[in-house]
C-alpha cells in the first residue's frame, strides 16, 4: 500500500476529542474537557505535521558478491523523507542466511542512524534475500506510509578456499615457465647431473672440480621448470548428505564445490593453467586461463552449480577433451557408472588422474514418503558396496583415490604419479 495514509491513533484522538468536548457542553461537566484535552492536542500536532512529500524506498547491498561466512550490509535509500519520523522494517528469512537482528525486525528514528541488517551468507549459490515490509510514520505518528512490500536482494556467494597447500610437484609438466620439475634438461634450479663440456654451454655452469680432477671442462645441467595444466571435473549430478552452511555439516556438494576452488586457487598461485568441466545439466565449463582474473571467473562459475542429472543419453556420450600432460583432478561422491567409466577413460589414455571421493561419511540418502524405511537403508548398503568396488577398480587401473582432508591431501599422490611417469615404459609396435 502505497501513498500517506491518517493512522487509527489520529483518528481516534480527533473523533473522541470532539466527543468529549461534545458532551461537556450538553453535560455542562468541564471536567470532560479535561480528559479530553491531551487527545485534543496529540490530534491537532498530527495535523500539524501533515506530510507534503512522497518519499522513495529502495533497498541497497554493500557487496553483492562476497564469500561463504562472510558479512555484508543491506542498507535502506530514502529519498524525499523530510516528513519521515520513523522507519519499520521487517525483513523475511532466506536459506542459509544469517541477519542481524536476527528476527529481521528493525524499527529506528529516521535521525537516528539507518535502518540498515546485516546479513551473512552461510552457504555458496545464488542467494536471494527474504521479501521485506516497509512502513514510515510522520511525527506525533498522524500518518503513515505502507507497509511497501520489497523484493529481496540477489548476492552470489562464491565458495570459501579452504586452506590447501602442497609441495608436491606436477606429474607431467607440459608448458612454458613454471614452478614444477620438468623431466627435460633445461635452463631451471634444479640440479640434474655433470657432463663434458661441449660447444654452446654456459661458462657459468662449469663444475672446476671435477674439470680440475679429470682435466677436462665439465659443466653442470639441471631440469627445466615448466608450468602444466590442471582441469577440475566437479561432479554436480547429485547432493547427497545434509548441508549445514559454513560452519556445520558439509553435503558432497558442498565437499565438492570448496575442495575445487581450493585447488583451483593453489596451482593459480602456481602459475599453472587450471579448467573446469561440470557434469550436471547446466554443463558449465571455463577453458583454461591463470591468474587472479581467471580465479574469480572459476569461482563464479562454481558458485552456480546445482545439482541436477543429465538428459538421458548425455551420460553415455560424456568426454573430456584433454591434451597430454595435462593433470586431471576428478571430484566426485562415485555414485554414478557413467562418471567412473569417463574417469577409467582418461587413465586408459595415460593422463595423470586422480580422484577426490567427496561423500561424506554420515551421508543419507533422502528417502521417498511411503518408503519403507528398512528398505530404503538395505538399498543404500548395496549401493556403498558398489561403489566400493569401483573404487577398488579404479585404484587397480592406476587411479589414486584419496578423500578430502584439506591441506596435503594431495601430495603423496601427487609425487606417487610423478614417480611413475618418470619410470621406462615399454611400447610394442
Do not use: K
Not at 487527545?39 to 522513495?56: E, K, S, V
Not at 647431473?193 to 671435477?210: A, E, K, T, Y
Not at 558458485?303 to 573430456?320: C, H
Not at 558396496?385 to 577398488?392: D, F, M, S
Amino acid at each position: 500500500m502505497t501513498g500517506w495514509r491518517a493512522t487509527a491513533a489520529l483518528s481516534r484522538s480527533l473523533v473522541v476529542g470532539a466527543v468529549g468536548i461534545g458532551l461537556a457542553v450538553l453535560a455542562g461537566e468541564p471536567v470532560l474537557v479535561v480528559l479530553t484535552a491531551p487527545l485534543i492536542m496529540c490530534g491537532a500536532m498530527g495535523l500539524a505535521y501533515r506530510p507534503t512529500r512522497t518519499p522513495r524506498l529502495a533497498t541497497r547491498l554493500d557487496h553483492s558478491s562476497l564469500h561463504e561466512g562472510q558479512g555484508t550490509t543491506s542498507r535502506l535509500v530514502l529519498d524525499d523523507a523530510d516528513d519521515v519520523e520513523h522507519v519499520t522494517r521487517v525483513a523475511a528469512g532466506a536459506p542459509y542466511v544469517a541477519m542481524h537482528p536476527s528476527n529481521g525486525r528493525l524499527g529506528r528514528m529516521a535521525g537516528h542512524g539507518s535502518a540498515d541488517v546485516e546479513v551473512s551468507p552461510r552457504r555458496w549459490g545464488r542467494r536471494l534475500l527474504g521479501e521485506e515490509r516497509i512502513g514510515l510514520s510522520t511525527a506525533w505518528a498522524g500518518y503513515r506510509w505502507g507497509p511497501v512490500p520489497m523484493i529481496g536482494d540477489e548476492m552470489r556467494v562464491v565458495p570459501a578456499t579452504a586452506p590447501f597447500d602442497s609441495r608436491a610437484e606436477a606429474p607431467q609438466p607440459v608448458g612454458l615457465v613454471g614452478a614444477h620439475r620438468s623431466a627435460r634438461v633445461g635452463t631451471g634450479t634444479e640440479f640434474s647431473g655433470i657432463r663434458p663440456f661441449q660447444p654452446g654451454d654456459r661458462l657459468r655452469r662449469i663444475h672446476w672440480r671435477v674439470s680440475v680432477r679429470t682435466d677436462r671442462l665439465h659443466v653442470t645441467t639441471s631440469r627445466a621448470e615448466e608450468d602444466t595444466g590442471v582441469l577440475l571435473v566437479v561432479d554436480a549430478l547429485a547432493d547427497h548428505g545434509r548441508s549445514e552452511g559454513v560452519d556445520g555439516a558439509a553435503s558432497s556438494l558442498d565437499l565438492t564445490v570448496r575442495a575445487a576452488a581450493a585447488i583451483a586457487e593453489h596451482h593459480l598461485r602456481q602459475g599453472d593453467r587450471v579448467a573446469l568441466r561440470v557434469i550436471g545439466r547446466g554443463g558449465e565449463q571455463v577453458g583454461y586461463g591463470a591468474g587472479p582474473r581467471h580465479l574469480r571467473v572459476l569461482l563464479g562459475t562454481l558458485a552456480g552449480v546445482r545439482p541436477q542429472e543429465l538428459w538421458d543419453g548425455q551420460l553415455d556420450r560424456l568426454r573430456f577433451r584433454t591434451s597430454a600432460g595435462t593433470e586431471v583432478i576428478v571430484l566426485s561422491p562415485m555414485l554414478s557408472e557413467a562418471v567412473a567409466t569417463a574417469t577409467a577413460t582418461l587413465v586408459r589414455r595415460g593422463l595423470p588422474t586422480l580422484v577426490i571421493d567427496t561423500l561424506p561419511p554420515d551421508a543419507v540418502p533422502g528417502v521417498a514418503e511411503g518408503t519403507d524405511p528398512l528398505l530404503a537403508d538395505l538399498a543404500w548398503r548395496m549401493r556403498r558396496i558398489e561403489r566400493e568396488q569401483v573404487l577398488a577398480r579404479l585404484s587397480g587401473l592406476g587411479c589414486p583415490v584419496v578423500e578430502w582432508r584439506g591441506p596435503g591431501t594431495l601430495d603423496d599422490v601427487l609425487r606417487r604419479l610423478a614417480r611413475r611417469s618418470q619410470l621406462p615404459r615399454v611400447r610394442i609396435r
